[in-house]
């Protein structure tokens, strides 16, 4: 168990809707990852919170964004769904400069079906 | 970021070592090797990490040559829950950074 806590498991959706996952960080931890994983592919980077702030965004369009609220918790926005979504989701909390090395602690993820 | 590249999978038996070689040719100065382990619908998981010589935790070693190109993450008398696929990083130290994830190595361990 990481601490790291995703809502909900499993989501299915038609195309062209819309849908929001969400993401409780490890207490203490105030940077939050994202990450989409296509079935037998390695996660691919969505984007990054520190701080209520994107800090960083991987190779992926504008209908995925992001929010980080105060308690650090965090949530991916997908617009105008498309099949190629499908897939699963993870979040990863960190705390950056507490002596860890770049270990991120990742949730059992979301698994969103795109119809 | 440097490109790491790893077996696609592999195959052992309970009780066996196995050791899962991972090649870092462009690896920086400042990078550190990072492992992980995911099971099916679950979220990757945090195995070990080093930056030179060797490293060893309650789950695994890590050896990592002189020229650091490569790095070997060793797991003694496996079992058949350590079926997983290992995936190989590298990168700087800091929280900051995304993580650049391959393939990975399927493992099987068979009874």
């Known amino acids: 168990e990481t601490g790291v806590t995703q809502s909900p498991t499993h989501l299915i959706k038609t195309r062209g809707q819309q849908v929001t996952l969400r993401c409780s960080s490890q207490?203490?931890?105030?940077?939050v990852s994202w990450y989409q994983q296509a079935l037998g592919q390695g996660p691919q980077f969505i984007f990054q919170y520190y701080r209520e702030e994107e800090n960083g965004r991987g190779n992926f369009p504008p209908r995925f964004s992001g929010l980080q609220f105060p308690n650090y918790s965090s949530e991916l926005n997908v617009n105008a769904l498309e099949l190629d979504d499908s897939a699963l989701y993870l979040c990863?909390?960190?705390?950056?400069?507490?002596?860890?090395?770049?270990?991120?602690?990742f949730g059992a993820g979301t698994r969103l079906s795109v119809l | 970021l440097a490109k790491t590249t790893q077996p696609i999978s592999m195959d052992s038996y309970e009780g066996q070592e196995v050791n899962i070689t991972c090649s870092h040719n462009n690896i920086a100065t400042n990078d550190y090797i990072t492992w992980y382990q995911q099971f099916p619908s679950q979220g990757p998981r945090f195995i070990i990490q080093?930056?030179?010589t060797k490293v060893t935790n309650e789950v695994a070693s890590l050896f990592i040559p002189a020229d650091r190109k490569s790095s070997t993450l060793s797991l003694p008398r496996v079992s058949l829950s350590d079926t997983a696929v290992y995936y190989c990083l590298v990168g700087e130290p800091g929280g900051y950074n995304k993580l650049i994830f391959g393939a990975g190595t399927r493992l099987a361990v068979h009874p």
């Open positions: 990863a909390s960190s705390f950056p400069g507490q002596g860890v090395k770049n270990i991120q602690y």
């Open positions: 207490s203490g931890h105030n940077t």
């Open positions: 080093g930056y030179k």
